[in-house]
């Protein structure tokens, strides 16, 4: 193989393969900063759905409790 042959496997072999290693390793980083932003705000948004769902809860509990209290009152005038 001579010199000529070599720069030409070189070329047209080598660079467009290091080109195609850059852009993999850009794009994996890329995706992996992105999918840790993702990752970030479903945690966020599963914290804020069960803060949101206990304090649903208490206000039921309240409601029931406040409910109950109404109909103790209303048996209690009735007998």
Avoid: W
């Avoid at 850009?26 to 914290?47: A, F, I, P, V």
């Avoid at 109404?70 to 209690?76: C, G, M, V």
């Amino acid at each position: 193989m001579n010199i000529d042959e070599l720069i030409s496997l070189l070329t047209n072999v080598g660079f467009p393969a290091a080109i195609c290693f850059i852009l993999l390793r850009y794009m994996l980083q890329t995706m992996g900063d992105k999918l840790d932003k993702l990752d970030n705000s479903l945690n966020r948004l599963t914290k804020v759905i069960r803060e949101l769902d206990s304090k649903r809860k208490g206000k039921y509990e309240e409601l029931d409790k406040f409910g109950d209290s109404q109909k103790e009152k209303k048996n209690s005038n009735s007998s």
